[in-house]
Each structure stands twice: as structure tokens, then as C-alpha cells.
């Protein structure tokens, strides 16, 4: 575990908990409390720690996104370790990625920018912009008082869905892994490219200089990432049910024309100029709660009709069918139902042999249980004979007892008696 600096004391009040479920749509069923004598780097067992500021100015929202989870846990931090400037970078790259429908992973997010310790706040991790690959801009350069304003939340399926959330690191860790070399390529250059298009606030193609912050010193991602699988792209992201896509990576992939277009429409369904610059993560950022409320209002009802979309065409592709694939199929399903019925028919047999074999053994139970009762009432008889024996040997023993002393009491008064009367002759002869 990693030692760090004291933190100060939380300044979090339970009006600020409260705000969070009222101003920022957090869940009831989702636990907030107030840290007690917990500080970021020691929480209470079940719970996880968190700042006001990843709400306020980044966008998180509960439950947390699993790829922001999957991420860390690939880079070893726990939550409360990275700034709120580290967390706007990932969830504003996870946002633009969902919505060029591409896989974004560490492996794409240490491309990016730079992991480095955050030497103000030691223990801290923070990100840059690598040189030439700034993609996002009017993200704050510093990130002020968000140290107070910590709390703990419930780790529970409401905070963190279905994320095994064990995986993440609980304690501090004091390094990560170097990632090795990070030379641009033609598919960096067309990542970049993708994520830039398109906004009026991403910086210019070619990139800027890279964008330090003071006292950090560079530490960049674990090289052990391998790539994000595709099934990332129907994960949630930002939202819960409003970003979610019901089609798998392979009919995405069969329906490309289609995505392209769906891109196209959901470009037309924004407000035309005056839309914001970014999603959620900025929009939270600036406070343009309202027009954030209309991008994700309007973000829904274009996953909405891609997925009403998506059902027409496997409707019509199913229609399509020929008869004898159709024929082919009934068959299949007929065959299959014959082997079902012959299945319970067989079932049936053997529930009645378990059955038979259930009252055989219940009898031999009952058989059992009766010479088990037998037995204890021999054992019980013949410990009550043992008994009387035993009282009669000694009341046997008694009587001759009492007999031989009668016995010996006679002997001894006739000798007595014979004994005076020798000693009377003897005196009469004298």
C-alpha cells in the first residue's frame, strides 16, 4: 500500500448528498454517505470512495460506466486516486468513441495521453495530452479544492452494476507500469482523426504542444492490455438505458451502410448550431445542464428508432427466407419436438422407478427403525435383569452371612458351656 499526504478534512455535508440524487439524477437505491474517520486511501469495508467533482465537472453518473472500471483496474488505481481532470479526459474519449461507434480501451487511451503521479498530491495520478495527439480542448488546466469534497457510496449493483468490482485495486498503488513505445501510426493518426471530426471544440488536426502540468512527473499505462473486444461497443457508456444499443458487434459489422447512416441522422436530430461542443462530460462541465438534458433526450430517441430500425430489418430479413429453408426449419423444430416427447416419455419412466425405489427405501427405513427399537428394548431388558441379578446375589450374600455368624454363635456357647463345666469337675476333683 502506498503511503500519501493527509488529506484534509471533508468538507462534504449531507445537503451536498442530497443534491447529487435531486440535481444529478443519482438513484436512491444508491447508498451516499459521509465519510466518517475514512480518508480516500482507507474506506470502510463494502464501500468505495468518490469526489463531489467527478459529478459536478466530469459527468460521471451512477452506476458507474464498467469501461471507466475496466480501465482502471487494467492500470491498477483505485477510484480515489485519480484526479477529476484524469476522469474528464476517459469519459469525454469514451463519449466520442461510443458515438463514432468505435472499441476504446487503455490500449487507446495510454495512445492519447500520459498517466503521470501528481507530485502537489502525492499518491495522486493525473493525465496529459501526449504531443501532437490533443483531441479535446477547454478542459481545465488545474483541478482546485476537490480533495474536500469526499464521500463513500454502497458498492452494489444500483453504484456499480454488474462490474465485479473486487478486481479494483482497494489500497493505493505507488507506480504503474511503463507502457513502452508509443510512436504515431497510421491507425493513431486515424483514431485521432475520428475523435476530432466533426466538433468545434477539438483542437486543430495538427496537433499542439503538450500540455504539462506543474509538479507531475510521467508514469504511462501497463503495455498488458490487449485489444478492447467489440462487444464493447453495446456497452454503457455515459448513460444507463438512453446510450444503451441492443445489436452485437457482428451485426454492426454486417450493417455498416446502416450505422453510417444512423450516424447521419443522429447529427440531424442535435440543435443545429447553438448544440453543445461536447457530450456529457463538457456539457456538466460548463453547467449547460439544460442542453445537456436535450443531447441526451435527443442521443435516445436516435438509439431508439436505430434499434426500431434494427428490428424492421431482422423482421425483413427473416421474411425473406425461402420456403424450403422455412420447411427445413419446420422440420428441424418437429424433430426436435419427437425427440422432446420421447425425452419425457422416458422421464416419466424413470420418475416412476425413482419413485418405486423411493417406497422400497422408505420401507427398509421403516424395517430398520423398528429393529433399531427392538434392540433398545433388549438392551433395556437386559440391563434390568443385570439389575435384579445383582440386587438378589446381594441379598443371597447377606442371609449366608447372617447364618454363618448364627452358626459360629452356637459353637461358641456350647464350647463356652462345655468349658465351665470342665472347669467345675476339675475344681470338684481338686
Not at 490500449?107 to 504531443?131: A, D, H
Amino acid at each position: 500500500m502506498y503511503t500519501s499526504f493527509n488529506f484534509p478534512r471533508p468538507t462534504t455535508k449531507t445537503d451536498d448528498l442530497e443534491d447529487l440524487y435531486k440535481m444529478y439524477g443519482v438513484d436512491r437505491a444508491v447508498v451516499l454517505d459521509l465519510a466518517t474517520t475514512e480518508t480516500p486511501e482507507t474506506v470502510r469495508e463494502g464501500y468505495c470512495g468518490a469526489y463531489l467533482s467527478f459529478f459536478h465537472s466530469c459527468g460521471l453518473i451512477f452506476p458507474i460506466s464498467e469501461p471507466i472500471l475496466e480501465i482502471l483496474t487494467e492500470l491498477g488505481l483505485s477510484l480515489t486516486q485519480i484526479l477529476p481532470k484524469f476522469l474528464r479526459y476517459l469519459i469525454t474519449f469514451l463519449v466520442r468513441a461510443r458515438e463514432e461507434g468505435l472499441s476504446f480501451g487503455l490500449s487507446e487511451f495510454r495512445q492519447l495521453v500520459l498517466v503521470k503521479r501528481n507530485q502537489q498530491n502525492p499518491g495522486t495520478f493525473l493525465v496529459s495530452p501526449r504531443p501532437g495527439r490533443h483531441v479535446i480542448e477547454d478542459i481545465p488546466y488545474r483541478d482546485e479544492k476537490w480533495r474536500e469534497q469526499f464521500f463513500v457510496f454502497k458498492v452494489d449493483r444500483a453504484s456499480v452494476g454488474e462490474f465485479d468490482f473486487s478486481r479494483l485495486p482497494q489500497s493505493w498503488a505507488k507506480n504503474i507500469t511503463p507502457s513502452g513505445s508509443s510512436s504515431m501510426s497510421d491507425e493513431i493518426r486515424g483514431l485521432i482523426g475520428v475523435l476530432r471530426r466533426e466538433g468545434t471544440n477539438r483542437a486543430p488536426l495538427v496537433g499542439g504542444s503538450e500540455d504539462e502540468a506543474e509538479h507531475s512527473q510521467e508514469v504511462v499505462a501497463t503495455p498488458s492490455v490487449q485489444a478492447q473486444s467489440s462487444d464493447r461497443l453495446t456497452r454503457q457508456l455515459v448513460r444507463r438505458t438512453s446510450f444503451r444499443t441492443s445489436g452485437s458487434a457482428s451485426r454492426n459489422r454486417a450493417s455498416g451502410a446502416a450505422t453510417r447512416k444512423r450516424r447521419r441522422s443522429s447529427k440531424g436530430t442535435l440543435p443545429g448550431p447553438s448544440r453543445p461542443r461536447l457530450p456529457s462530460p463538457i456539457s456538466c462541465f460548463f453547467g449547460e445542464k439544460e442542453a445537456y438534458t436535450k443531447v441526451a433526450v435527443a442521443s435516445s430517441k436516435v438509439m431508439e428508432a436505430f434499434n426500431e430500425y434494427v428490428v424492421v430489418m431482422e423482421d425483413h430479413v427473416m421474411a425473406s427466407r425461402n420456403d424450403k429453408e422455412i420447411e427445413s426449419i419446420g422440420s428441424e423444430i418437429k424433430r426436435l419436438s419427437e425427440e422432446l416427447e420421447a425425452t419425457k416419455r422416458e422421464g416419466k419412466k424413470d420418475a416412476k422407478k425413482i419413485e418405486a425405489l423411493t417406497e422400497d427405501w422408505k420401507r427398509i427405513h421403516q424395517g430398520n427403525e423398528a429393529l433399531t427399537t427392538q434392540v433398545v428394548a433388549q438392551k433395556a431388558k437386559v440391563a434390568a435383569l443385570g439389575v435384579e441379578r445383582d440386587r438378589d446375589i446381594r441379598r443371597a450374600s447377606r442371609i449366608a452371612r447372617r447364618d454363618i455368624e448364627q452358626r459360629y454363635q452356637e459353637i461358641l456357647e456350647s464350647l463356652k458351656d462345655k468349658w465351665t463345666s470342665k472347669k467345675k469337675e476339675v475344681s470338684a476333683e481338686i
